[in-house]
């Protein structure tokens, strides 16, 4: 059974950082291009950054670039988003997902909230 668990979320005050993991299972992880996605209310879903499995190469949103870094751990099944100097536009749920040819799974999405 395939599974992406997030975890992470929660409030901080802009300018703080949080770190959001993705612990994956079922499928075989290391093929797999792994994104971070976020919705914000009353906005749809956008990809904020994503890492293919095997050159680990990386895309970020422009809006996050050189405040987020996205990172893969092979042997721990786990993907991580280090978010930095967050702001409060970056206020949303954020989704973990992983693709592979027609294959696409998501994750139940954590909360993440910047405000002081």
């Known amino acids: 059974q395939v599974q992406l668990v997030e975890s992470g979320g929660g409030l901080v005050q802009p300018g703080g950082s949080l770190r959001l993991s993705c612990a994956a299972s079922?499928?075989?992880?290391?093929?797999?291009?792994m994104s971070w996605y976020r919705q914000a209310p009353g906005k749809e879903r956008e990809l904020v950054a994503d890492?293919?499995?095997?050159?680990?190469?990386?895309n970020y949103a422009d809006s996050v670039k050189g405040r987020f870094t996205i990172s893969r751990d092979s042997a721990k099944r786990t993907v991580y988003l280090q978010m930095n100097s967050l702001k409060p536009e970056d206020t949303a749920v954020y989704y973990c997902?992983?693709?592979?040819?027609?294959?696409?799974?998501w994750g139940q999405g954590t909360q993440v909230t910047v405000s002081s």
């Open positions: 997902n992983a693709k592979w040819l027609s294959r696409m799974y």
């Open positions: 079922g499928f075989t992880f290391s093929t797999f291009i």
């Open positions: 890492i293919s499995g095997v050159s680990g190469s990386t």
